[in-house]
T-cell receptor
Framework: GAGVSQSPSNKVTEKGKDVELRCDPI?????LYWYRQSLGQGLEFLIY????????KSGLPSDRFSAERTGGSVSTLTIQRTQQEDSAVYLC???????????FGSGTRLTVV | KNEVEQSPQNLTAQEGEFITINCSYS?????LHWLQQHPGGGIVSLFM???GKKKHGRLIATINIQEKHSSLHITASHPRDSAVYIC????????????FGQGTRLTINP
């Protein structure tokens, strides 16, 4: 597609439920990133995929968070047993490689009630 | 202390003024990004720098690797430039994740 597509754009879920957030990167972009922006906070790194290499999961805040990238394209971020502190905007970005700029998606606003 | 510090945190100016936003970082980097985030909007990548200076329209970004400092300038500012501007660095070769500054909220009044 022309840009990075994220779905859903908004998600309200009950505490304790699992959620899946989807990112469809720009075709051909080998690098894919997930970031999180909590209300009133800055951006924080969650996870990074590069081609077929093992992902860099060093930013995932707990073992309730996981992500996968199938076929080197679409990525899904899963949050199990959601907590209120998980409420944030989850942003996906893709890039042709490490020496190129990023294209960000519009984000998924997650609200845990 | 954050690895990436921006100043000012908030900036209000009149239309037409020359704007400077500063970014200092404390780690070795392979690249620095300037990002723009409009209220309620997504993030747009403005520049990626590893040395020198880049210009795009009314926006200019400079970086001084020795001083670990970058600046974003906006000439002839306009209300539509109102946004949060975020500096982010990739720290060192082999690292790929961005480390973000807290952002500078810019408001340009007509």
């Amino acid at each position: 597609g022309a840009g990075v597509s994220q779905s859903p754009s908004n998600k309200v879920t009950e505490k304790g439920k699992d959620v899946e957030l989807r990112c469809d990167p720009i075709s051909g972009h080998t690098a894919l990133y997930w970031y999180r922006q909590s209300l009133g906070q800055g951006l924080e790194f969650l996870i990074y995929f590069q081609g077929n290499s093992a992902p860099d999961k060093s930013g995932l805040p707990s073992d309730r968070f996981s992500a996968e990238r199938t076929g080197g394209s679409v990525s899904t971020l899963t949050i199990q047993r959601t907590q209120q502190e998980d409420s944030a905007v989850y942003l996906c970005a893709s890039s042709p490689g490490s020496h190129y700029g990023y294209t960000f998606g519009s984000g998924t606003r997650l609200t845990v009630v | 202390k954050n690895e990436v510090e921006q100043s000012p945190q908030n900036l209000t100016a009149q239309e037409g003024e020359f704007i400077t936003i500063n970014c200092s970082y404390s780690v070795g980097i392979s690249a620095l990004h300037w990002l723009q985030q409009h209220p309620g909007g997504g993030i747009v990548s403005l520049f990626m720098l590893s040395s020198g200076k880049k210009k795009h329209g009314r926006l200019i970004a400079t970086i001084n690797i020795q001083e670990k400092h970058s600046s974003l300038h906006i000439t002839a500012s306009h209300p539509r430039d109102s946004a949060v501007y975020i500096c982010a660095v990739i720290s060192g070769e082999g690292a790929q994740k961005l480390v973000f500054g807290q952002g500078t909220r810019l408001t340009i009044n007509p």
